[in-house]
């Protein structure tokens, strides 16, 4: 499968961080390869802005965000205060379209591994359907460790392929706060997933260098199967 659903325990856990970061390394070193970027649902303004004001895309405005509603609120609240229906087909298809069309795909999940995309169905419930494989982005504060806990356990009662785990710091964080608040043996030994790296807490999202340093510093090889890791810079 040539995608990676991106998705967290919480909204603003830094899943926006680690696509925007896998996206820089894949532009800085694989510019003779096609990438993919696709945030499945959106409500409020946000990320969608963020990636078309970070990257050039040779994809479409709807491929970007095949689904949107103005509010902020879960979809299937959102989708009832504008009177629309949540259409997962028109996501799907879109979504199918560029897996046959770039070489790889980052998909951003919405909110948490747990969030409501319809009434039925949870991120979880759509990544199992969709036979997607994902990562899950835990960020690094008081509470990390159950957070982690709780979404794996969630991952495998809904049968969502989980290939690891990413740390995010969104806020600024010593090392022995990580090592207090997000030791890497204890997530491992309660999840039995393995943790793929730490994305340390950026003051500027927008700097694509940084960005791309910090994806170099984590497990690429779990994060993005079957492509050739040796880069290649960008002419």
């Given amino acids: 499968m040539n995608s990676l659903l991106i998705t967290g325990t919480d909204t603003d856990a830094g899943k926006t961080v680690l696509t925007s970061a896998l996206a820089a390394y894949w532009q800085t070193y694989f510019a003779d390869r096609t990438l993919g970027i696709t945030k499945l649902l959106q409500t409020g303004t946000g990320d969608r802005e963020h990636y078309t004001?970070?990257?050039?895309?040779?994809?479409s405005p709807q491929e970007l965000n095949p689904l949107h509603f103005d509010a902020?609120?879960?979809p299937p609240i959102a989708a009832e205060r504008e009177g629309r229906p949540i259409e997962l087909e028109k996501v799907w298809?879109?979504?199918q379209s560029l897996q046959q069309r770039k070489d790889f795909v980052l998909v951003e999940a919405l909110g948490g591994l747990g969030s409501p995309v319809t009434r039925e169905l949870t991120v979880a419930?759509?990544?199992r359907d969709w036979r997607l494989r994902g990562v899950l982005v835990v960020p690094v504060r008081l509470g990390a460790i159950g957070q982690?806990?709780?979404n794996v356990a969630l991952?495998?009662?809904s049968g969502f392929k989980l290939k690891?785990?990413?740390l995010s710091c969104v806020q600024p964080a010593s090392e022995q706060e990580i090592a207090d608040w997000a030791p890497l043996y204890l997530i491992e030994s309660l999840t039995q997933i393995r943790v793929l790296g730490i994305l340390p807490h950026l003051d500027d999202p927008n700097d694509l260098t940084k960005l791309a340093k910090a994806a170099s510093e984590l497990d690429l090889e779990r994060l993005l199967p079957g492509v050739n890791l040796i880069p290649q810079i960008a002419k």
């Fill in 53 to 59: 004001r970070l990257f050039h895309l040779d994809q």
């Fill in 125 to 127: 419930d759509l990544a």
């Fill in 164 to 166: 690891g785990i990413v």
């Fill in 72 to 74: 902020p609120l879960a």
């Fill in 93 to 95: 298809t879109t979504l």
């Fill in 155 to 157: 991952a495998r009662q």
């Fill in 148 to 150: 982690a806990v709780a």
